[in-house]
């Protein structure tokens, strides 16, 4: 079945560091691939997403690049913030329905 | 106004007791979704209806069921709950429920559900 695996966490950054967050997909055919973002306390908002292959998506400074030939869709962001401390979810769905696959998801945590 | 709210925020039960979580979209979508996060932030979706109707059910114990009064609601109740139903659950909602496209799915606030 499909899957994504991404990698575990805690990640804990200094501010204005680079942060990449890997994630990986098992799927047939083509999904789009997504990016949630789950701030303490709150529900899943989508960050960004990619249709299909070497489609890049980007918001708030991330970005990530649909790799087909590696089935990857790594997370970047140039220079974090601690706002940006929260848990980071990477998602695929398939073209035929509407159902989200997640990864195990990253917690990530920005120090001052 | 809030996009996607679910009713209560928390929860706290004892074992063999029967609940609810309400869900209400005001946004038009027809799809909604039913999604358990364990203690771990594993997310893994429950159910989804489009219009009312159930497209769908992933393994779970039938002790789940959801209810779709309307495409605007998708309540989950729990029947005789158990130490591992202890989760935080989401309800969300999409514009499409026809499989083309990459609609966004907009999450509610969550219920934290803690069995005892």
């Known amino acids: 079945g499909d899957s994504v695996t991404q990698m575990e966490g805690p990640v804990t950054l200094s501010e204005e560091a680079f942060l990449t967050i890997n994630c990986t997909y098992t799927?047939?055919?083509?999904?789009?691939l997504f990016w949630y973002v789950q701030y303490p306390g709150e529900g899943l908002q989508l960050l960004l997403k990619?249709?299909?292959?070497?489609d890049k998506g980007s918001n708030k400074g991330f970005e990530a690049t649909y790799r087909k030939e590696t089935t990857s869709f790594h997370l970047e962001k140039g220079s974090v913030q601690v706002s940006d401390s929260a848990v980071y979810f990477c998602?695929?769905?398939?073209?035929?329905?509407?159902?989200?696959?997640f990864g195990g998801g990253t917690r990530v945590l920005v120090k001052p | 106004d809030t996009a996607v709210s679910q009713t209560p925020k928390y929860l706290v039960t004892q074992m063999g007791n029967d609940k609810s979580i309400k869900c209400e979209q005001n946004?038009?979508?027809?799809?909604m979704y039913w999604y358990k996060q364990d203690s771990k932030k594993f997310l893994k979706i429950m159910f989804s209806?489009?219009?009312?109707?159930?497209?769908i059910n992933e393994t779970v114990p039938n002790r789940f069921s959801p209810k779709s009064p309307d495409k605007a609601h998708l309540n989950l109740h729990i029947n005789s709950l158990e130490l591992g139903d202890s989760a935080v659950y989401f309800c969300?909602?999409?514009?499409?429920?026809?499989?083309?496209?990459?609609?966004?799915?907009?999450f509610g606030p969550g219920t934290r559900l803690t069995v005892t």
């Open positions: 969300a909602s999409s514009q499409d429920g026809g499989g083309r496209g990459s609609y966004e799915q907009y």
């Open positions: 799927a047939t055919g083509y999904p789009s």
């Open positions: 990619a249709t299909k292959a070497d």
């Open positions: 998602a695929l769905r398939k073209a035929a329905g509407n159902k989200l696959t």
């Open positions: 946004l038009g979508h027809d799809t």
């Open positions: 209806y489009n219009n009312k109707e159930l497209i």
